[in-house]
């Protein structure tokens, strides 16, 4: 397994610039001021994760799970794996990308945590914005790891704490937009626009303009307020996914 990694200096420097504050006077007439471009286009600088499973393709972050020898209708990994964003942890925030899928699951971790490494790479646990190329889980909240799916497409849902503390007690409000559609809204193999907003115990996702979930998470003990972000590919039948256009901006 090949890791990429950002030589520390190299990206403490990058980190530090990209995350300067200017003064008030200059950001009312620069208002993208704040706005961190997480992925330069070109190569991999900035994220760690298995080489051999990651690399870029056509201006675009490419994660790949190759087809096993022995059986290429399944997956050669078999455990989910990530490409870990080496600029530092989030809290609250507004993160934009574009993503396209053929087969499989992925997502994008955020406020996560990273766990012991596996065989195929790093493995995480945390909130995860999921999408995948088939028609029930894009747009959900899931907690890789964790309380598992906290919101389907469509709901707003508040989250309290259970006496299982991977189970939590989810109250479902009035939906925020209906599922079909916003499945319908999905191009196939194609490029989605994706939106992450996280303020507090509030997160919301949207998928092409469309609000998919709007949770409150009350678990105040297993709800996580900061943490890593990561990109996923899932284990399970060969899949391709690509990201591009990933932008941060960070919320006060």
Same mark, same amino acid.
């Given at each position: ?26 950001? *009312? ?14 190569? #991999?600088?900035?994220?760690e994760g298995n ?18 020898? *022995?059986?290429?209708e399944k997956g ?56 995948? *190329? ?15 799916? #906290? ?7 508040v989250i309290k ?22 499945? *319908? ?68």
């Amino acid at each position: 397994m090949k890791i990429f990694r950002l030589p520390l200096i190299a990206l403490a420097a990058a980190t530090f610039s990209q995350c300067e504050k200017k003064p008030a006077e200059q950001a *009312a007439t620069e208002p993208a001021a704040s706005e961190i471009q997480l992925f330069n286009g070109v190569d #991999l600088v900035g994220w760690e994760g298995n080489t051999d499973l990651w690399s870029v393709q056509d201006g675009a972050i490419t994660g790949i799970t190759p087809p096993d020898p *022995a059986n290429p209708e399944k997956g050669i990994i078999k455990h989910n794996t990530f490409l870990v964003w080496k600029g530092g942890t989030v809290g609250d925030f507004e993160l934009t990308f574009q993503y396209r899928i053929e087969k499989g699951n992925s997502g994008v971790q955020y406020r996560s945590k990273e766990l012991e490494p596996g065989e195929f790479g790093p493995i995480i646990s945390g909130y995860q914005a999921d999408f995948e *190329a088939g028609d029930k889980y894009s747009g959900i909240l899931y907690e890789e790891k964790g309380r598992g799916i #906290l919101a389907l497409r469509g709901e707003k849902t508040v989250i309290k704490p259970g006496e299982n503390p991977k189970k939590p007690l989810i109250e479902k409000g009035e939906p925020v937009g209906d599922s079909a559609a916003i499945q *319908a809204s999905i191009k196939k193999e194609d490029w989605n626009d994706y939106k992450i907003i996280a303020k507090g115990n509030h997160v919301q996702h949207f998928i092409n303009g469309m609000q998919t979930v709007d949770v409150t998470d009350e678990d105040a003990a297993n709800a996580p307020k900061e943490g890593i972000l990561a990109l996923q590919i899932h284990q399970g039948p060969p899949m391709k996914v690509q990201f591009r256009n990933l932008k941060l901006v960070p919320l006060d």
